[in-house]
């Protein structure tokens, strides 16, 4: 009887042992650790308690966030060793490459949304072209090369124009603009104006000086607000800078000249309502300007300066 040899298995190799963490190393990581413990104590200090100034809520805030980036590097530096020694049965020079790429992880992710960001763009955000090379039309005007327009990014990779205002005035239905920006981008419905001169909106004489709010409907220009540079209905006087805005029953008006304390006493520059003098006061037309009302004012209590 032939006796067969029994398989004798071949030798293999030794997994090579877990690394041990360098003296250096664990110096390091014990000393960030003490940090962090040290950084989330002193927010618990009675001198980052305290109220205003140095040692107030603002230090004990720095502390904290402090702490907070010091425990993160100290953990994220000991995840990163605990991937080196998972990988103990690659090369070397493997092992490094890889721990440090995966060490460099956050602020990859950090940098691409930034750029990625930057490339989408921001919603909101406002680009401004001093002198456009070229025409461009907002709210139905032709703004010709040369105005300067305002654009804004829309989070799409793309952007809107919001803004433009131009040299010389230009023609927007009955009146006339030297700029237009939308209030409600894209929406171009509702639109602020700037006037090169008072111009007389749905019967109100609007002044120059500040920006004018309508509305666009379908080419159809209304007054949703601006200030006066001076009106008379009926026996009433509006000063210039009295307040007009519209509502959903009327006008709402405010006008106020108390330049100092004593002007309700001397009465200097007042509004005239219903043939009363006032130095404040709040009224309220109807749609055609023949019903007024006064909501509230106070009355001159001298002589109207002449």
């Not at 966030?65 to 020079?93: K, M």
């Not at 540079?229 to 709402?252: C, F, H, K, N």
Request: net charge neutral.
């Amino acid at each position: 009887m032939k006796l067969i040899p029994p398989d004798i298995p071949a030798a293999t190799t030794p997994a090579p042992p877990l690394p041990a963490m360098p003296p250096l190393l664990k110096k390091l990581f014990l000393a960030g650790t003490a940090l962090t413990v040290f950084l989330f104590a002193m927010v618990f200090a009675p001198s980052s308690r305290g109220y205003g100034g140095p040692g107030g809520w603002g230090e004990g805030i720095l502390y904290l966030i402090g702490a907070a980036l010091s425990a993160g590097i100290v953990i994220w530096s000991f995840i990163c060793w605990l991937v080196y020694r998972s990988l103990h049965t690659q090369e070397r020079g493997k092992r490094i490459g890889i721990t440090l790429l995966f060490f460099l992880l956050p602020p990859i992710l950090l940098a691409g949304s930034i750029g990625w960001d930057w490339v989408k763009g921001y919603p909101g955000r406002t680009e401004t072209k001093a002198d456009a090379p070229t025409s461009a039309t907002l709210a139905g005007v032709v703004f010709p090369a040369g105005s300067k327009l305002e654009y804004e990014q829309d989070g799409q990779f793309g952007r809107v124009l919001v803004g433009a205002t131009a040299r010389k005035p230009l023609a927007f239905g009955t009146l006339q603009v030297t700029g237009i920006r939308l209030t409600d981008p894209p929406d171009e419905r509702h639109l602020r104006l700037s006037l090169p001169a008072p111009q007389t909106i749905d019967g109100w004489n609007c002044s120059e000086q500040q920006h004018v709010d309508v509305s666009n409907n379908n080419g159809v220009i209304t007054l949703d607000y601006c200030s006066l540079s001076g009106q008379t209905i009926a026996d009433s006087i509006w000063p210039p800078g009295t307040l007009v805005e519209s509502s959903a029953d009327g006008w709402s008006v405010y006008a106020s000249t108390l330049i100092d304390p004593s002007s309700a006493e001397t009465c200097a520059h007042p509004s005239i309502v219903a043939g009363v003098p006032y130095v404040q006061v709040q009224a309220t037309y109807d749609k055609t300007r023949q019903k007024l009302s006064i909501d509230y004012g106070t009355p001159c209590t001298g002589k109207p300066a002449q």
